[in-house]
């Protein structure tokens, strides 16, 4: 599946969007997923991710916007649960249009010519429900809704684009969840062979 750069980078930004709620994070030894930070949790944590994606044009921030910041991550999030394709598109369609999409050609920060869908002196929270939403709409258009997932591993619920090609990713990170999962089972297959 071939993805343009910026709809990737909006991909990616939705992804660490997602991750940064508290549900999305595996609990810590002992403690019950309610009790996980949020990785948004104040004005700070916002303008930090605003500054880690290299999001352009952002002005002084206030708690009005890190509410409407969570309020679109929690759409992209139902984005991500469903897997019926009109469902997402509905999802998909009101979130772009409620951030008031204006597209244009943009050429910025070292970046080459790509297209902005959110408005000159949109919100934080319009510019990311525009563009991520754009790039959204891109995996609904194309057939590819099975590609938003959430890892399998029963401690972890972070987000992911599987951009694998047989689509056969099922985990977020191969290095952390999948390798422990499959140390984890090859250990009980020892132990049951042993016993």
């Keep these: 599946m071939l993805i ?5 980078i909006a991909l990616d930004t939705v992804v660490e969007l997602l991750n940064t709620a508290p549900e999305s994070e595996p609990p810590a030894s002992g403690q019950p997923a309610a009790l ?16 880690r994606h290299r999001i352009s044009g952002v002005g002084e921030l206030d708690e009005k916007d890190l509410r409407a910041v969570r309020e679109v991550r929690t759409r ?13 598109a509905a999802l998909v369609n009101a979130l772009v249009a409620a951030a008031g999409t204006t597209p244009q050609l943009s050429n910025h920060d070292g970046y080459d010519w790509h297209v902005h869908y959110f408005a000159p002196d949109a919100s934080i929270a319009d510019h990311f429900a525009a563009d991520c939403g754009m790039a ?3 995996i609904v258009v194309t057939g590819e809704l099975e590609r938003l997932r959430r890892c399998e591993a029963p401690d972890c619920r972070y987000a992911f684009v599987d951009l694998s090609r047989n689509r056969s990713r099922r985990y977020c ?6 390798n422990r999962l499959h140390v ?5 297959r020892r132990k049951e062979a042993a016993g």
């Design 36 to 51: 996980q930070s949020d990785g948004l949790a104040d004005l700070a944590a916002l303008y930090d991710f605003a500054g």
């Design 184 to 188: 984890a089972a090859y250990r009980a």
């Design 76 to 88: 992209f999030a139902e984005i991500f649960a469903t897997d019926d394709t009109k469902t997402a």
């Design 4 to 8: 343009p750069h910026d709809t990737r």
């Design 136 to 138: 959204l709409a891109f």
């Design 173 to 178: 990170s191969s290095r952390t969840c999948g």
